[in-house]
């Protein structure tokens, strides 16, 4: 490993060290605490659509960072992104947890286009998929003691204290990763790469049949756990009565299994490439709704299912950036934004759907019908691998 992609690794690995403690005390714990300071159904849908309405804005985002050097928009919206969640702890308001979440994860979809390509030039691809596992494998290790003991502390001290220490962690990680020696890349023969417009970008990405594939693929399984997602801590705190820590034993099991995963789905990677490891997570992708749907208030079947969902989410996450990162080496902007885009709108409406069929038709087939669009979108990525045998 070279000198360089060895300080890079560093900078990354007290990035996401410091990372995983921010989002251990912030994620397993935002909804349970809209939901008890009485969010309405549109406050929950925004909260769980969030993170992907700021997607929409992808193919503009790529095309201001294309020429650009690329750390910049990833340390400053990240930064804006993590001071923000941290503020949530002093309002006592849904519609104000609401609104700040869902600015901050406006104005973190900025640094995604430009992460993908950043990631390419720090790290060589012989050892790119290996690396990012081991970076994903020590943001686990952070995460899961740090959210075992968030849910007590949260139980005793409240999120007005805990939520702000979070932001601060999140601001080390930032200013660890803003010290990231970016590559300065030579012009390529002919001169520069001009930069795609939007829509320009948008369709050279869907001009590849394999990326569109993957992009139906992804919308299909993982709309079906966007479908069930904003009724998960519905469920939790109106059904079970679950308590933070009890909570937190839930974002534990998923933890163990999201753990060793990336490590292993990293391995996998670089060895067989990313297609079987998109396969896979569809299929664990069936467990979570599986659990909740037919395990009903069974804890530890519950628990079962949460690792599922850990153990899929480290392969979506390896592999469809595998996937991008593989499609077109020139045009990785213009593919992540393709993807953020996608993303977006299923992030958008699957919650959405969800939150029509609970009202139409309850908890348990809302469930079961999130684990059959898992398993269609399975079905959809299996027969591109058998046409490719």
Known sequence: MERRTRWNFGCEAVNVLFMGIFLGIINPFIMPLAVRLGATPLQIWLLTAGPFIGNALAPVWARLSFSS?????????????????????????????????????VVVAAANPAY????????????????????????????????????????????????????????VASAAYAMTREPVD?????????????????RLALSDPEFRRYLLAAILFHGGVLVASPLYPVYQVRQLG????????????????????????????????????VLAAALFYLGMPLAYGLGGETFALIAL???????????????????????????????TSASMLVTALRGALGPLLGSWMLGAA????????????????????????????
Not at 186 to 198: I, K, N, T
Not at 364 to 369: D, E, N, S
């Open 69 to 105: 050097r690329k750390l910049r928009w990833v340390v400053i919206p990240n930064a804006v992104w993590r001071a923000g969640l941290g503020a949530i702890g002093f309002f006592k308001s849904p519609a104000a947890l609401t609104g700040i979440h869902l600015g901050a994860h």
């Open 116 to 171: 993908g390509s950043l990631v390419q030039k720090v790290f060589p691809p012989h050892l790119r998929g290996r690396l990012m596992g081991y970076i994903r494998l020590l943001l686990a290790a952070s995460m899961l003691p740090t959210t075992l003991v968030a849910g007590r502390l949260i139980d005793r001290f409240g999120v007005s204290v805990i939520y702000p220490v979070a932001g601060i962690f999140g601001l």
């Open 186 to 202: 030579a012009p390529p023969p002919g001169g520069p790469l001009s930069s795609p417009g939007a829509l320009q970008g948008l």
């Open 242 to 277: 679950l308590t933070n820590e009890q909570i937190s034993w839930l974002a534990l099991a998923w933890n163990l299994a999201w753990l060793p995963s990336f490590a292993l789905w990293g391995r996998v990677i670089d060895r067989k490439g990313a297609r079987p490891v």
């Open 305 to 335: 299912g949460h690792m599922c969902q850990g153990v899929a989410d480290a392969a979506l996450d390896l592999g469809g950036w595998n996937v991008i990162l593989a499609a077109n080496p020139e045009r990785v902007g213009a593919y």
């Open 362 to 389: 309850g908890f348990q087939p809302t469930f079961l019908a999130a684990a059959v669009l898992a398993a269609a979108g399975g079905a959809v990525w299996l027969q591109g691998l058998r046409r490719r045998v």
